[in-house]
């Protein structure tokens, strides 16, 4: 089992820069892929980023490309989602997940559905 923690969410101005962080109960070497996805108020929660724990591949939208960039700590079982040049279309909650099965083809999709331990998720709110 693992159980995930994302801390970091806020409300900053457009232009501004966040951080989230991602705490996993386990080591992240158990999992294979790790991912941030948001979600807004009646819409489906989609990818926004993953990474391969083991090997660092990383993986982003088309939307966040050149503005987020995902890291992992495996020392500390954590992972990082670096977001710059924050925009109102981010505003969402960003909720941090895992998967444990191997193959590098799910992760860099990010279809929500390969994923099976989530978090409960941070709020970020960005003003223009």
């Known amino acids: 089992q693992v159980q995930l923690v994302e801390s970091g969410g806020g409300s900053v101005q457009a232009g501004g820069s966040l951080r989230l962080s991602c705490a996993g109960s386990?080591?992240?070497?158990?999992?294979?892929?790790m991912g941030w996805f948001r979600q807004t108020p009646g819409k489906e929660r989609a990818g926004v980023a993953s990474i391969l724990t083991t090997y660092g591949n990383r993986y982003y939208a088309e939307s966040v490309k050149g503005r987020f960039t995902i890291s992992r700590d495996n020392a500390n079982n954590t992972v990082y989602l670096q977001m710059n040049n924050l925009k109102p279309e981010d505003t969402a909650m960003y909720y941090c997940?895992?998967?444990?099965?191997?193959?590098?083809?799910?992760?860099?999709?990010?279809?929500?559905?390969?994923?099976?331990?989530w978090g409960k998720g941070t709020q970020v709110t960005v003003s223009s």
């Open positions: 997940a895992a998967a444990t099965r191997t193959g590098s083809g799910y992760c860099s999709s990010r279809a929500p559905s390969d994923f099976g331990y």
């Open positions: 386990t080591n992240t070497y158990s999992t294979y892929c």
